[in-house]
């Protein structure tokens, strides 16, 4: 492809998207910008060709002469595979290109020229009549039409009623922050999420928040408003929107954590005389000091509990009979078992293959992690055929897929549950099905853990002996919050069809759902942050002591 010119030698207004003059973009500005936005899921795929498939344009009273347009991309790949994108552009000319506007350097997608003089192409989410143009579609149900096909609004009753009383926010923000999705805040009540990936079907978070505000009423997530999709004839509709009534918070669990545990350090490096020895390993209780244990009570404990709760009361709502087939409780077969055996089967050979090849380059300390890893295959065996062997009694539920600590807002007093689109490296169809509970639980406890080993990660400890006294201090801190969350958890899900009634398949199936989860880490951080390997591969070793000859009964 061209490398990106200087500038667009045609004016891209509505006219020029449906033209031949549109290929200098395409290959041009097009393959350069995509690989530098964050919501672009291709950069790992080389590229063979960029191209606009449709136009919607957007024009109201104050943006007129296809100034302003919604783009659907598609880029193919190399390898045969291809994806579509959700772009909204607005062109700024004359005083508007020049003055300093709300557009930074990165909204910028080219510069370009025509008749009227130079402009600039930016990504229309900086525009505010942009923004404001999507909440009065969402609102009214309006839409507009392209060539391909039709853009339109679906409002809930709950926006219709604001719509109706005057009560529609006025002012919006987009916080730039580059996510997979786009944000836009209105005011303090409403929160719009802009799917970037265009996909045909159902979308499982509009259809997880639409459910449980419409007809589970479960009140600790962000209720839905409205949405807005994207329609072609003889084309099932795709969601490019989901509008959610704003939660008011801090900070998300995850950024809440992480500072609990940084005060957490700091009062044990003040207190280290008198904590003395922790015994590292065993259960909690065993080799914990009485002042350490009142202060985990004081601060993070309450949390723990309350998160567990939430969660029991999430899932208690998604088994609930509401005379959609799409919710409620389906016995988790043998067949179930069998494909999630294959799933994890398939993890573990990739992980496994990637790590052989990484293991000379990695540093030292975390090799030997790597080298224990790999020996440990038949563990992970004996960890699979345990699901295999089993004939488990137990339902499955619409579960949230992608459960952790960053997808749960802290919202001083209490926890909100966000994000329900699954594993984005999940197939749609399996990210709709229903699963075992279990998998939320592991995946939260894999947050904890890595919640509290990334808090000596990054940690400058020069003292002697200063890391070997806090590594069974953060520990023991992550034993007695997994241990509060689950049973807070269990407690108000007891007697639950979702949940075994026999309490080793649970922690059985638990453990094991947390080693698919510590693997898939694993991957993630080989080909993104080495310097995290040992996280997972820490959590790892810790779970497989659970199938080794002499393992303990931990967690049970």
Known sequence: MNPQPEFLHHRPDASYWTSEHKKEFEEGALPVYLAGCRWFGGKARKLKSTKVVECIPLDREDIADGALNCLVVQAVYEDGGGERFLMPVRL??????????????????????????????????????FRMLLLELAATGGGRTGARGRLAGNPSRVLEEMRRRGC????????????????????????????????????????????????????????????????????????????????????????????????????????????????????????????????????????????????????????RKTGNSRFGVEIFSRFDQRCADARIKRALKETSEVLEKRLPGLAPETRGEAENFLRDAPLFDRAREMLVRRNVHVGKIRIHGDYHLGQVLHGGADFFIIDFEGEPVR????????????????????????????????????????????????????????????????????????????????????????????????????????????????GISQLLQRFREDGDEDGK
């Not at 689950?486 to 059985?508: E, K, M, N, Q, R």
């Not at 199936?509 to 040992?534: D, H, I, M």
């Open 427 to 538: 197939g749609l169809d399996e990210r709709c099905a229903k699963n075992l509970a279990m998998v939320d639980l592991a995946g939260m406890l894999r947050s904890f853990d890595y919640a509290a080993q990334s808090a000596l990660l990054h940690r400058h400890v020069d003292e002697k002996g200063c890391r070997e006294f806090l590594l069974p201090c953060v520990d023991l801190w992550y034993r007695w919050v997994k241990r509060a969350f689950l049973d807070s958890y269990l407690s108000v899900t007891c007697g639950a069809p979702f949940i075994p009634a026999d309490t080793a398949d649970f922690h059985d199936l638990l453990c094991l759902f947390q080693l698919e989860k510590a693997v898939y880490e694993t991957l993630y951080e080989l080909n993104n942050r080495p310097g995290w390997l040992s996280i997972p591969l820490r």
């Open 168 to 319: 529609l926010p006025s002012n919006s923000r987009s916080p730039g922050v580059e996510q997979s999705n786009s944000s836009i805040f209105y005011e303090d009540k409403l929160f719009l999420k802009l799917f970037r990936r265009v996909r045909e079907g159902m979308n499982p978070d509009l259809e997880m928040i639409r459910y449980l505000s419409e007809e589970a009423h479960f009140s600790h997530v962000p209720q839905y408003a409205g949405h807005l999709e994207y329609v072609c004839e003889g084309e099932p509709p795709t969601v490019v929107a989901l509008l959610q009534g704003l939660v008011a918070c801090e900070a998300d669990a995850w950024a809440f954590t992480l500072n609990v545990l940084e005060r957490y350090v700091e009062w044990l490096l003040e207190n280290r005389r008198a904590v003395g020895v922790v015994a590292p390993g065993g259960t909690p209780g065993q080799g914990a000091p009485k002042m350490v244990l009142d202060y985990l009570e004081n601060t993070y404990l309450p949390k723990a509990r309350l998160l567990g709760r939430r969660t029991a009361e999430l899932h208690l709502a998604l088994s």
């Open 92 to 129: 700024l000319e004359g005083r508007l290109a020049r003055e300093e506007g709300e557009f930074r350097p990165q909204d910028v997608i080219v510069q370009c020229g025509g008749e009227r003089g130079t402009g600039v192409l930016v990504d229309a989410l900086c525009d505010p009549a």
